[in-house]
């Protein structure tokens, strides 16, 4: 019987999920149909109910019904928990369960596939929105020396920061926190700068060796640019940790975890 999961969210056409899960299920001769469906905020949870009564075994979740669905969801995982939200519902029998699996892809992003490890790394997060929620808590179990969140909201960053202050490597403050300090692994995960905009104006250095690494996806963004000015070797968009948090939620719903790299490889040449 052919299984079939969904990506919701408003807008959708844009989603590269149907793309990325039906090339996971060709690496495992897996049956499965995935669809895109367009949702308003007022009808996303009645959408997502009649999804799973009508067999449905799992849902992707992207903006801005993050929040909804984790409400919605019978049972969090420690991560979606941290997250307050969810990109992926998996509907079981006894219930429904919500994940967020984007933390899991950028961190095998860059210890996997790109090699860097993050063990006594210092680590700027620059941006304090939903995505950085989700990367938290998964960035502070690669134990980190520790993360400084800096937003232009301060804030926000300190909320985020205080809210994980039983672990007590992360702080958070304004952009001009970041002090022109020198950082092995600097995140950009602002929604500012895409295109031919600027990248926000945070004075860092990145260490010899060290990563930059754009949530965004772009062949050359501003953020890679300037954090190339600013001593980064290796600069990187954020499509191998889209890629990775696809691979995550799959393996969520079907216990095997596909061959990230190839799929990864056909984006980038697409
Ligand atoms: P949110 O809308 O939740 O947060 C936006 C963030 O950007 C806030 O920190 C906001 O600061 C900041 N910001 C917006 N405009 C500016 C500006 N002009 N100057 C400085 N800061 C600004 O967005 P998300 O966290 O969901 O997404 C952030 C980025 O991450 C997006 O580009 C998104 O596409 C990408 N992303 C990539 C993923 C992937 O798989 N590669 C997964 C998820 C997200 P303030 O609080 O002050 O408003």
């Known amino acids: 019987m052919t299984d079939c999961y969904a990506v919701i969210g408003n807008p959708i056409a844009?989603?590269?999920?149907?793309?990325?899960h039906t090339a996971f299920a060709r690496q495992f001769g897996h049956d499965l149909r995935y669809e895109a469906i367009l949702a308003e905020p007022e009808t996303f949870r009645e959408t997502v109910l009649a999804f799973?009564?009508?067999g449905g075994r799992g849902m992707n979740v992207t903006a801005p019904f993050?929040?909804?669905a984790a409400e919605l969801a019978d049972t969090l995982t420690e991560r979606a928990r941290a997250a307050g939200a969810v990109n992926t519902l998996k509907f079981d029998p006894d219930g429904i369960l919500g994940d967020n699996t984007d933390g899991v892809g950028l961190v095998g992003?860059?210890?996997d596939r790109l090699g860097v490890p993050l063990a006594g790394r210092r680590i700027l997060v620059i941006g304090a929105g939903g995505a950085t929620r989700g990367?938290?808590?998964p960035l502070l179990q690669a134990r980190p020396a520790g993360i400084l969140v800096v937003n232009r909201t301060a804030a926000r960053a300190e909320a985020l920061a205080h809210a994980l202050e039983a672990a007590g490597r992360v702080r958070g403050g304004p952009l001009?926190?970041?002090g022109g300090q020198e950082y092995d692994v600097v995140i950009h995960a602002t929604s500012a700068g895409l295109n031919e905009g600027e990248a926000p104006p945070v004075d860092y250095r990145v260490a010899a060796g060290g990563l930059a690494y754009d949530l965004a996806y772009g062949e050359d963004t501003p953020f890679m640019r300037q954090a190339r000015d600013r001593g980064a070797a290796l600069a990187v968009d954020g499509l191998g940790m889209l890629v990775g948090q696809a691979a995550e939620s799959y393996r969520v719903w079907r216990g095997v975890r596909p061959d990230v790299r190839p799929v990864l490889e056909q984006l980038q040449l697409a």
């Open 14 to 20: 844009q989603s590269k999920s149907p793309l990325l």
């Open 52 to 54: 799973a009564a009508a």
């Open 66 to 68: 993050k929040l909804a």
């Open 109 to 111: 992003d860059i210890q």
């Open 135 to 137: 990367i938290l808590l």
């Open 176 to 178: 001009e926190a970041a």
